[in-house]
């Protein structure tokens, strides 16, 4: 998909006059033509075309040489991003369609949720009414990537706002508050510290019994707690290489592990894991659409937990460097989006 780019207007028309002035309208027509190429050519942003003045009653015309155009250069095809702005009517997914087109509409709805998803729930507290702004980056044969999200929740009666964004010295990019936290809670005890997006929750509405965790194929899994192996790659056409652990005391939980890497033969049902031991790196086996790691918590009797109310959560926080380098980052994408919507 192409980025949608804003339209340009119609060159101007052209006024025909007395014959006197025909030579100087087509010098003056010429400049504007050569003009216009120019900028419907090179996408420039959109400026009033340079016209011919007309003195009316003196029957001269003087034709006003345009200056060479600067360089053309829209800062958001510069940037390789793309913007769409939606007031909410209805579903989120018709909305995006409409501003962004049916190529790319409904993959930015997923995965723009991903962040709404931390602010309300999904779908049901998106209301009409609230407006979302949004800078994406539209890839072949891949879903796009959102840089940044304006949303002007009436649920809340704020605007969130979160910025993707990788720290010097991070593996991964993650999206991050103005005010330098992640977006995102984290784990405590998590099955894994290093990933780039939590791709599902218990609460966005998917009727999901895990939580997703996008990384790379082979980033480390560990055990969330003193654990025994229960069991071992079952219903492999779906869940690909797989784990299921026994909690050893306290809430004796049942934590699975999906679509991992191929897991090394010496562990097996019965093999005794510490907390916070690498048992496995993650993969993309099985019924599986992008490398991630899929994280169920389940109870004894078969009820599924959701982890970010089974572990204690926290939020990161950058500073230093890392913190300068995020606040640059949300300066250059505040400036391609629109100017801020009125309120807090
Ligand atoms: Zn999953």
């Known amino acids: 998909m192409r980025p949608s780019l804003p339209t340009l207007g119609e060159p101007p028309k052209r006024r025909r006059f007395g014959s006197v002035l025909l030579v100087s309208l087509i010098v003056g027509g010429a400049a504007g033509g050569v003009y216009w190429w120019k900028k419907r050519t090179g996408a420039l942003p959109l400026q009033p075309p340079p016209v011919a003045a007309v003195a009316p009653d003196a029957g001269t015309v003087a034709a006003v040489a345009p200056a060479p155009p600067p360089a053309p250069v829209d800062p958001l095809v510069a940037a390789g991003l793309a913007r769409a702005s939606v007031k909410i009517e209805g579903p989120l997914e018709t909305a995006l369609v409409q501003a962004a087109g049916p190529g790319v509409g409904p993959a930015l709805a997923q995965v723009v949720t991903r962040s709404l998803v931390w ?122 290489n797989c784990l299921e652990l026994e909690e050893l005391g306290g809430k004796r939980r049942r934590a699975l592990f999906l679509h991992l890497s191929e897991l090394p033969r010496e562990l097996k049902p019965g093999t005794r894991l510490s907390a ?36 204690r959560t926290w939020r990161r926080t950058l500073s230093g460097e890392q913190r300068s380098a995020l606040e640059a980052e949300i300066r250059r994408l505040d400036s391609l989006l629109s100017p801020p919507v009125a309120g807090n």
């Open 119 to 240: 602010w309300v729930a999904v779908p049901n507290e998106i209301l009409r009414g609230d407006t979302l702004e949004l800078l994406y980056q539209p890839r072949e044969g891949e879903e796009p990537l959102v840089h940044a999200v304006r949303f002007m929740s009436n649920k809340t009666g704020q605007t969130h706002r979160a910025y993707r964004f990788q720290a010097p010295g991070d593996t991964q990019p993650r999206f991050y508050l103005p005010n330098g936290e992640e977006l995102e809670l984290r784990l405590e005890s998590s099955p894994m510290d290093d990933y780039e997006q939590v791709t599902s929750l218990l609460r966005d509405g998917r009727r999901h019994k895990g939580v997703d965790f996008k990384a790379p194929v082979g980033t480390p899994v560990k055990a969330p707690f003193t654990a025994v192996i229960k069991r071992k790659n079952w219903n492999f056409s779906g869940n690909g």
């Open 276 to 311: 916070g031991q690498v048992i496995a790196a993650s993969g993309n086996s099985g019924r599986s659409f992008a490398p991630h790691l899929h994280y169920q918590l389940m109870t004894q009797d078969d009820r599924v937990l959701d982890p970010f109310d089974s572990h």
